[in-house]
């Protein structure tokens, strides 16, 4: 991974290259669509939104013939503006600012429009996901396979558009923290985990997650347990997980804990996505209620 920064800084045509050539490839392998966004921001952290803008135009049109051409659909090649755009304004933010805090929150602001502008383009979400599933499955019988009964069809559609809420706000942060654990890499070594270790997400989410958590039990108690509250609502609650995390690092770095125990961590992360990330995100607000890491007494960048 640090050979593929290293190697995109060389100059923009490289970073560009990179960044094209990792997007073809993530339509055979989804996260090396990380490493491509990645490529943009780490572009952008190190020269500004300008060189990361021309790096997205010169990929974007690398990338874009290769997606009309494999895909023969031209707004596939709308995927690359959106998922590059909103990482090089969070990049932006974060070079500015030195807050991956702010990062996240402007990763967080995209995720809600996306969420309002598939709620207002697709009137009934599960039903749209089902049709595709339904499709999906009659290709699969054809070919002689099985498929998932109507129910568990049903089922899965039900929760397909939450999912996909929780992927796109993974990636628009994850690819951020990397291009920035790669900065820190080549140019600033161990400023990534004194950075990520005082991590905070800004006050005024507190507010909107309290009037998101709200919203989405009116919606429950109203008969319909999903809608843009509760989209919003999955926002939240993968913003305030980081925060949870970057609350336990510092805990183990504080009291001098193995990194093994944090591997077991990650690993039990993976397992159990649903449930330990909930519990984050409630440690991230607790964190933000009491400030245990003492960061408003201490200052933003002290640790």
């Known amino acids: 991974m640090r050979a593929v920064a290293k190697f995109a800084m060389r100059s923009p045509t490289a970073a560009s290259i990179s960044a094209a050539a990792y997007a073809v ?18 572009s952008t952290l190190r020269h500004g939104a300008a060189l990361g803008l021309r790096v997205v135009v010169i990929a974007g049109s690398i990338a874009g013939i290769a997606y009309f051409g494999l895909l023969h659909q031209p ?31 402007i990763c967080g602001v995209v995720a809600a429009l996306y969420c309002g502008a598939i709620r207002a383009t697709v009137p009934n979400i599960a039903e749209y996901w089902a049709a595709r599933l339904e499709v999906l499955g009659k290709t699969v019988r054809d070919q002689g396979g099985t498929f998932f009964a109507p129910e568990e069809v049903a089922q899965i559609a039900g929760v397909m558009h939450e999912s996909i809420v929780v992927v796109v706000t ?37 507010l909107i997650a309290a009037l998101v958590a709200v919203l989405a039990l009116m919606q429950i108690f109203a008969g319909s347990g999903h809608g843009l ?30 990194k ?32 245990p890491r ?8 002290a640790e």
Request: include cysteine; hydrophobic fraction near 65%; charged fraction near 10%.
């Open 25 to 42: 490839l993530a339509l055979f392998f989804a996260p090396f669509m990380i490493v491509s966004g990645a490529i943009v921001a780490i």
């Open 260 to 291: 093994l125990w944090l591997v077991g961590f990650y690993i039990l992360l993976i397992l159990m996505l649903h449930r330990i990330g909930v519990l984050l995100a409630l440690i991230g607000i607790v964190d933000t209620i009491i400030d």
């Open 170 to 206: 993974l990636f628009w942060i994850c690819a951020t923290l990397v291009a920035r654990w790669w900065q820190s890499e080549l140019f600033n070594p161990g400023g990534f985990g004194r950075e990520f270790r005082i991590l905070v997400i800004p006050k005024a989410f507190s």
């Open 229 to 258: 509250a509760s989209d919003l609502l999955v926002v939240v609650v993968v913003l305030f997980a980081f925060q949870g995390l970057a609350l336990i690092h510092h805990r183990a770095q504080k009291i001098g804990l193995a």
């Open 75 to 105: 707004e596939a090649v709308m995927l690359l503006a959106m998922a590059w755009l909103p990482l090089l304004a969070a990049a932006q933010v974060l070079r500015t600012s030195e807050s991956q805090g702010q990062a996240m929150g």
């Open 294 to 301: 003492r960061l408003r007494s201490i200052g933003r960048r």
